[in-house]
Protein backbone atom coordinates (compact mmCIF):
# COMPACT_ATOMS: atom_id res chain seq x y z
CA UNK A 1 0.00 0.00 0.00
CA UNK A 2 1.35 3.38 -0.93
CA UNK A 3 0.71 6.32 0.90
CA UNK A 4 1.96 9.95 0.43
CA UNK A 5 1.61 12.07 2.87
CA UNK A 6 2.10 16.09 2.14
CA UNK A 7 2.97 19.20 4.87
CA UNK A 8 4.29 22.55 5.15
CA UNK A 9 1.24 24.19 3.30
CA UNK A 10 0.20 27.64 5.12
CA UNK A 11 -0.64 31.30 4.79
CA UNK A 12 1.93 33.38 3.58
CA UNK A 13 2.47 36.69 2.50
CA UNK A 14 3.29 37.51 -1.72
CA UNK A 15 7.01 37.24 -1.90
CA UNK A 16 7.37 34.77 0.92
CA UNK A 17 8.39 31.15 0.96
CA UNK A 18 7.10 27.64 2.05
CA UNK A 19 8.90 24.75 1.77
CA UNK A 20 6.42 21.59 1.11
CA UNK A 21 7.06 18.05 1.73
CA UNK A 22 5.75 15.00 1.02
CA UNK A 23 6.78 11.23 2.88
CA UNK A 24 6.13 8.57 1.04
CA UNK A 25 5.49 4.96 2.06
CA UNK A 26 5.32 1.46 0.25
CA UNK A 27 6.62 2.92 -3.23
CA UNK A 28 10.82 3.95 -2.96
CA UNK A 29 10.59 7.30 -4.67
CA UNK A 30 14.44 6.88 -6.36
CA UNK A 31 12.77 4.53 -8.67
CA UNK A 32 9.71 6.16 -9.70
CA UNK A 33 8.69 9.72 -11.19
CA UNK A 34 7.16 12.01 -8.68
CA UNK A 35 5.62 15.56 -9.02
CA UNK A 36 4.06 18.22 -7.32
CA UNK A 37 0.58 19.34 -8.50
CA UNK A 38 -1.93 21.89 -7.55
CA UNK A 39 -5.38 23.14 -7.74
CA UNK A 40 -7.11 26.53 -7.12
CA UNK A 41 -10.66 26.96 -6.76
CA UNK A 42 -12.68 26.62 -9.97
CA UNK A 43 -9.82 25.72 -12.14
CA UNK A 44 -8.40 22.18 -13.08
CA UNK A 45 -5.18 20.28 -11.42
CA UNK A 46 -1.88 20.61 -13.30
CA UNK A 47 1.57 20.49 -12.94
CA UNK A 48 3.64 22.49 -11.47
CA UNK A 49 7.07 20.34 -11.34
CA UNK A 50 8.08 16.69 -11.58
CA UNK A 51 11.36 14.70 -11.13
CA UNK A 52 12.22 11.80 -12.38
CA UNK A 53 14.23 8.35 -11.06
CA UNK A 54 17.58 10.03 -12.86
CA UNK A 55 17.31 13.25 -11.48
CA UNK A 56 15.52 15.33 -14.30
CA UNK A 57 12.94 18.01 -13.76
CA UNK A 58 10.35 19.62 -15.34
CA UNK A 59 8.64 22.50 -14.37
CA UNK A 60 5.18 24.71 -15.22
CA UNK A 61 6.67 27.76 -16.83
CA UNK A 62 4.53 30.15 -14.42
CA UNK A 63 6.99 28.76 -11.40
CA UNK A 64 10.34 28.20 -13.15
CA UNK A 65 12.81 30.32 -11.54
CA UNK A 66 10.75 30.35 -8.27
CA UNK A 67 10.06 27.14 -7.32
CA UNK A 68 12.73 23.81 -6.74
CA UNK A 69 12.00 20.33 -6.45
CA UNK A 70 14.20 17.52 -4.81
CA UNK A 71 14.07 14.15 -3.65
CA UNK A 72 15.65 12.87 -0.49
CA UNK A 73 15.95 9.16 -1.23
CA UNK A 74 17.56 7.81 1.93
CA UNK A 75 14.61 9.93 3.82
CA UNK A 76 11.94 8.86 0.76
CA UNK A 77 10.60 12.39 1.00
CA UNK A 78 9.56 14.79 -2.29
CA UNK A 79 10.30 18.71 -1.39
CA UNK A 80 8.74 21.81 -3.07
CA UNK A 81 10.75 24.87 -2.23
CA UNK A 82 8.25 28.09 -3.29
CA UNK A 83 9.87 31.33 -3.27
CA UNK A 84 8.72 34.51 -4.62
CA UNK A 85 4.83 33.33 -3.71
CA UNK A 86 2.13 35.31 -5.11
CA UNK A 87 -1.05 35.49 -4.61
CA UNK A 88 -1.85 33.28 -8.05
CA UNK A 89 0.24 30.41 -6.80
CA UNK A 90 -2.62 30.26 -3.74
CA UNK A 91 -4.02 26.59 -4.05
CA UNK A 92 -4.16 23.51 -3.03
CA UNK A 93 -1.40 21.23 -3.84
CA UNK A 94 -0.46 17.50 -4.20
CA UNK A 95 2.21 14.99 -4.53
CA UNK A 96 1.77 12.00 -6.38
CA UNK A 97 3.78 9.38 -8.19
CA UNK A 98 3.66 7.18 -11.21
CA UNK A 99 5.81 4.26 -12.71
CA UNK A 100 8.21 5.46 -15.56
CA UNK A 101 7.14 4.10 -18.85
CA UNK A 102 3.20 5.33 -17.53
CA UNK A 103 1.72 8.69 -18.07
CA UNK A 104 -0.72 8.60 -15.44
CA UNK A 105 0.38 9.06 -11.89
CA UNK A 106 -1.49 6.18 -9.61
CA UNK A 107 -0.94 7.38 -6.01
CA UNK A 108 -1.70 10.55 -4.81
CA UNK A 109 -1.36 12.52 -1.01
CA UNK A 110 -4.34 14.19 0.02
CA UNK A 111 -3.07 17.53 -0.06
CA UNK A 112 -1.90 20.61 1.41
CA UNK A 113 -3.35 24.10 1.02
CA UNK A 114 -0.61 26.84 0.31
CA UNK A 115 -2.82 31.00 0.39
CA UNK A 116 -0.62 33.64 -0.60
CA UNK A 117 -2.10 37.10 0.48
CA UNK A 118 -2.06 40.16 -1.45
Known amino acids: QVQLVESGGGLVQAGGSLRLSCAASGRAFSSYVVGWFRQAPGKERGLVAR???????VYADSVKGRFTISRDNAKNTLYLQMHSLRPEDTAVYYC????????????WGQGTQVTVSS
Open 51 to 57: ISSDGGT
Open 96 to 107: ATRVIWKSVYDY
